[in-house]
């Protein structure tokens, strides 16, 4: 795939600070028709994530990978180079991962967005730790060489916490509170740190892990990342607020409903597997959870043979609908929820302006069956 052929595209592959002060002063003056667009998408219908309202007859307004502005079809007031109408298509945001083993497929990132991105999966969390263990210090260029080289498939990487997994096993990583520290300074694309799942080198100072993990602990706090969570078996009141309490964020290893439950309630983000995702929706439904912004549906691993039978994160969607839960709500668990739990919202998780250019058009909705793919402001499927 060839890369973007507007100016500010090539330098808006990697985010940094000052390529978004560049960025955000030419989206400005588009958004205000001072400065001609790239290309703008009219859509029959959009979901906007943020009320969780369909808005009729929108125009999405492009430049280089970026949206510029959104709003009713007829009412951008500047030039646009190209304009696509697709009356007959609805709009959601692109789909993300909260957390994936993009390792687990046995794909490099290029192929991995081949495979996902026309299943409408165009941004990805990768938690690398089996790689990092191999990798060791190569590992965060490991994940940004694709999307430097143009793929349309944005990797945030996140450091794994089990680099080693013990402080008895050896590999080719060693993930301690300066190497975390470095990770951030690297790259703003690095949301946190990735399943921190020995929780006895946590809790116990006697532990030979414990300075490590709390140093990179530490080191991701400090860089205001996101420390994420692997709290398998841990479901009494007790061990959950002393997780909680420790800052581990989030969980993915739920299996039932009282245990998501349990989690939600003392704070923690919940990421649900396909494995017990039609349990735990059935499940908190009938409780009567009427916020599911702390919920994200999530893969985690899935060889590519699966995805290739079942789908991405469309079928983590459809399961999700088929358990019981609102369409819109459901998309929202793969967007906007994940998003602002990464502290991705800039970039990723709605159709909005300032964020990349990522839409999956869909030709019947409550099926979700996805008719085409825009990444980075183009079609990409």
Known sequence: RQLNSNPIGADDLLITGAGEVAIRQELTLVALGKRPADRSLRVG?????HTRTWLTDQEIVFKGRRIAWVGPAGAYTGEVAERVHEPDLSAVPGFGEVHKHIESSHLTPEYEAALVIPRGNTWTCEA????????????LE????????????????????????????????YYDGPAQAGFMADSVMVTGLDEVMDWPAVWNPD???????????????????????HA????????????????????????SADEAWTKLSHGLFVEIRIYTMTEIVKGLLERGLADWSQIALTTDDRSAS????????????????????????AIQ?????????????????????????????????????????????????
Not at 45 to 49: C, F
């Open 45 to 49: 219908r959009l979901l906007d994530v």
């Open 128 to 139: 690398s730790h089996e790689f990092s263990n191999v990798d060791g210090a190569h590992n």
């Open 142 to 173: 490991f994940w940004k060489m694709a999307r430097r080289a143009g793929s349309p498939l944005k990797i945030f990487p996140q450091p794994g916490s089990a680099v080693p997994p013990t402080a008895w096993e050896w590999g080719g990583g």
């Open 207 to 229: 532990n030979a892990s414990h300075e490590r993990l709390w140093g990179m602990i530490g080191a991701t706090l400090a860089g205001r990342g996101v420390v994420e969570g």
């Open 232 to 255: 398998s078996g841990i479901t009494s009141v007790g061990e959950v607020s002393a997780f909680a309490a420790a800052g581990l964020a989030s969980d993915h290893e739920v299996v």
């Open 306 to 329: 699966n995805t290739l039978k079942d789908g991405g994160m469309d079928h983590n969607v459809r399961t999700a609908i088929a358990a019981g839960r609102a369409l819109e709500i």
């Open 333 to 381: 668990c793969v967007t906007i929820n994940p998003a602002r739990h990464m502290r991705l919202t800039p970039y990723v998780g709605s159709i909005a302006p300032g964020r990349y250019g990522d839409v999956v058009l869909l030709s019947d909705v409550q099926n979700l069956r996805i008719e085409k793919v825009w990444a980075d402001g183009e079609p990409a499927s």
